[in-house]
């Protein structure tokens, strides 16, 4: 299953640059193609489509959404179990171990440490055996 | 940091040179597994995706079954270990990458070129979700490839990439190239021989994230004999699950079981061992216990345990823990080590962190901490008392691409030798081997990691060794069927010379012990299995009974069952009543089957593996295991004092048993039909009377 995009394309590239698996091409100011063999269904694209021109893989309209209104991962170290699930799946690598010595005997924890590459496909949440990762708004100011 | 303008050139041409062939279209209701798996024709640079049916999954699951079922449609009968008729596979587990923890092993899979049998490595690190973001639940490799190339897999395909440049480096600084060769967008997962793999050394394994060892069965050397340097997977694809949300709830209980303390000092480890010795009788361990240690110190915790207990074999399992005393294993302590560590090492999904990276002396490079079967090699097998050694050595292994299980065997038997005179300075090039000498010990490593003068000899193991030098099989090194055994004494415990033997795969620790049916608590989610008392007499285990045999069988069939989901076997430690293996695999994949339906799933592929070695010639009774790991003659002292293994007439009972005939060890028809495998043995009657 992939997304699609739909004849509402009209070629502004938005979507390209994002999509973490260069699976979307096509020519400017002409409609696009995803490549069902490269797509990994993150949403990227249709959180940045500015004409409602993508579809989910279940045939649902993509919404737009506001880069700044993406929700990020928040993770609760105290449920965390240092399993690495999340930064493993992550398609961008936003997430990285921190090691912090003392009470947690040198255990790396997952944080969030480039989340301007976060494309908020929650795919860390989705895997978390644990429920120790949620997506949320980030906070205002 | 991308390509270079000439890796984009060899690129750009390779992949013209490349065709692509896709068979079939995904078929989407795969959820667990992916349902396909990627053929690399290294002859012809050709690649091919095979959809594998749904059937197949709910007969063999994923990763060992896989492997099982397709290594034994593929590798035709004699095939050459090393030749381009062996097929190589990197297989994940079913439950790699869903919310479940416990489930990132990886398996290289071929024919062995050290045991010409099945052959496996199992391996942690995080190549196994690796290879499913690509979309394959298995990646396979044919025929050999004319010169030295490694494989990428992007998300826009698979592509065979020249790796001269790469070929005769070590298995560190290779691994470090390509991430940065590949890792522009994301963390590739990566694997890749060192020098020993590429030098065909029949002890050599394949390394991951930096030292993480898929180590035994010599399946280095099967990769190096393709001229396969590395593999480098970035693909990023997330894995279907029928039921996410309950294969979370399920997990939140061993998550929590993993976090318990155990109230233990790093010096009551080794009175522990003396505690477990001195009676007559043994208790039912429950397993929380030894994950209790693995989360504190790692497996390292029972290195003077096991020595006092009698589990670690000493002097080329010719001694006792009187040749290597407390005060000579003090570097080895659990407090000792850990005072080393920098960090805890997790592998993927894993909530336990039982590995640790330390800072070696006089560098500033971090290795992994050497983990107790190394830890074990090098110090009481060999009566070498400095552990720093031991740090350096397992470096140079890791690098290297070599097994220290096997490489520790082959240096304790040449000591040996030495010391017995079957092998003398003119074959040694002077170097005086004595026990417990740092200096001989690390030239003689150097040596098989580089193939010179006596290294050549031992780089092939101790069994090629023993050949070569007329050495007769009594004197030869500890081993079964040529792979030489980890150190966890059958004198002791011989469910673990009894597994050495009769699995497909011989002279694995981890196939099975009697101590692992009580560890692992079969009996609280299988019907018709006993709950062992609370309290047995030690001596007992060693007289062959149906019931213990019946265990010894059940640990078998389970084995090969986990193995297919890819659960590391220190989480089962936690007991299958608390690690729900058979929920999560229902809520994984949408079915819902009982836990006998897993287990002759795991009889299946056991079977199936059998079936795999009989094709390949070689006869189940011919799988010898070192008289001396089963107390022929016993010993006189120690903890294993008087202690032999019955082994033929254990193995008798096993074959019988699981199904197999009890003379030859060949499955009988009744269970080929039993297990659905007898169209695999088409036209064998004449030839086996199966």
């Known amino acids: 299953m992939a997304y699609k995009i739909t004849e509402n394309c009209r070629g502004c590239q938005a979507c390209v640059r994002p999509c973490p698996t260069q699976a979307i091409s096509g020519e400017r100011h002409e409609v696009h193609q995803i490549d069902p063999q490269r797509c990994i269904e993150c949403g990227t694209c249709g959180r940045v489509c500015p004409y409602e021109a993508v579809l989910t893989s279940q045939g649902r309209l993509a919404q737009r959404v506001k880069k700044m209104d993406w929700l990020k991962p928040v993770i609760d170290q105290k449920s965390c179990v240092s399993c690495a699930l999340c930064i493993t799946i992550c398609p961008v690598s936003c997430l990285a171990l921190e090691y912090i010595q003392g009470n947690s005997a040198g255990r790396g924890y997952p944080v969030l440490a480039q989340p301007n590459a976060c494309i908020a496909c929650g795919f860390c949440a989705d895997i978390c055996p644990v429920e120790a990762i949620s997506m949320q708004p980030k906070k205002k100011g | ?690």
């Open chain 2, 1 to 690: 940091m991308g390509c270079g303008v000439p890796q984009a050139i060899d690129r750009l041409l390779m992949s013209r040179a490349l065709q692509y062939t896709k068979l079939i279209r995904k078929q989407d209701n795969m959820s667990g597994f992916i349902g396909k798996v990627l053929w690399v024709d290294l002859d012809n640079h050709l690649f091919t995706e095979e959809m594998i049916p749904e059937k197949i999954y709910q007969d063999y699951l994923s990763g060992m079954g896989l492997a099982a079922h397709l290594l034994y449609e593929h590798i035709p009968p004699g095939a050459d270990p090393l030749g381009p008729e062996n097929v190589l596979g990197f297989v994940s587990g079913l439950l790699t990458g869903t919310p479940s923890l416990f489930s990132g092993r990886w398996m290289a899979v071929a024919k062995s070129p050290l045991t010409g049998t099945w052959g496996e490595a199992n391996c942690g690190g995080y190549f196994s979700l690796a290879i499913k973001k690509c979309g394959y639940d298995g990646i396979f490799f044919t025929g050999s490839s004319p010169k030295p190339v490694y494989l990428s897999v992007e998300p826009g395909g698979p592509i065979l990439l020249d790796a001269e440049d790469l070929w005769g480096s070590d298995t560190l600084t290779t691994e470090k190239l390509l991430r940065e060769r590949h890792g522009s967008q994301r963390q590739p997962g990566v694997v890749c021989i060192g020098p020993a793999g590429e030098r065909r050394s029949l002890i050599a394994g394949i390394s991951h994230d930096f030292g993480r060892m898929a180590a035994r069965s010599g399946l280095g050397a099967v990769m190096g004999s393709k001229n396969l340097k590395a593999v480098v997977l970035t693909g990023a694809k997330p894995i279907p699950v029928a039921d996410s949300q309950a294969m979370k709830a399920l997990s939140r209980k061993p998550a929590k079981l993993t976090r318990f303390q155990i109230p233990l000092s790093s010096r009551m480890m080794a009175f522990a061992g003396k505690f477990l010795r001195n009676p007559w009788f043994k208790f039912r361990w429950d397993g929380i216990l030894f994950t209790g240690v693995l989360r504190k110190w790692g497996t390292v915790g029972l290195n003077q345990t096991s020595i006092e207990w009698g589990d670690a074999p000493i002097k080329n399992w010719a001694g006792t823990r009187k040749n290597f005393s407390l005060d000579q294993s003090k570097q080895i302590t659990p407090q000792a080590i850990s005072a080393l560590e920098q960090n805890k090492y997790h592998c993927l999904a894993c909530p336990l962190g039982c590995g640790a990276t330390i800072r070696g002396e006089g560098d500033n490079q971090t290795h992994h901490r050497p983990e107790y079967e190394t830890t074990l090699a090098f110090t009481g097998l060999v009566l070498n008392q400095d552990y720093q050694l031991v740090v350096e050595i397992n470096d140079m292994l890791n690098r290297a691409g070599m097994d220290s299980i096997s490489a520790g065997g082959t240096v304790a038997a040449a000591i040996e030798w030495y010391q017995d005179g079957l092998l003398t300075d003119a074959d040694t090039g002077g170097l005086a081997l004595n026990w417990g000498d740092g200096e001989a010990i690390l030239a003689l490593v150097k040596a098989m990691i580089a193939r010179e003068g006596i290294g050549d000899l031992l780089a092939d193991g101790s069994k090629r060794a023993a050949q070569r030098l007329k050495i007769e099989d009594r004197k030869a090194g500890i081993a079964a069927g040529g792979s030489e055994l980890a150190f966890h004494d059958s004198r002791l415990d011989p469910g673990f010379g009894l597994h050495a033997g009769v699995e497909p795969a011989p002279g694995r620790h981890t196939s099975g012990a009697f101590i692992y049916y009580t560890l692992f608590r079969l009996w609280t989610r299988l019907k018709d299995l006993p709950k062992p008392p609370l309290i047995t007499n030690k001596k007992r285990q060693f007289l062959p009974s149906a019931e213990t045999i019946h265990q010894a069988v059940t640990i078998s069939k389970f084995t090969n069952f986990y193995n297919a989901l890819g659960i590391c076997f220190f989480g089962i430690y936690l007991g299958i009543d608390r690690l729900p293996l058979f929920e999560w695999t229902d809520a994984a994949t949408g079915w819902s089957r009982t836990p006998e339906e897993y287990l002759q799933i795991g009889h299946r592929i056991q079977t199936l593996r059998q079936l795999f070695n009989i094709k390949q010639g070689v006869a189940p009774k011919d799988i010898k295991v070192s008289w001396r790991a089963l107390g022929i003659p016993p010993q006189n002292s120690g903890p294993n004092q008087g202690n032999q293994v019955d082994y033929p007439a254990m193995r008798r009972m096993y074959w019988d048993q699981i199904g197999w005939d009890p003379e030859s060890g060949y499955p009988t028809h009744e269970t080929l039909i039993e297990l659905g495998l007898e169209g695999r043995v088409a036209g064998w009657e004449e030839k086996y009377g199966l």
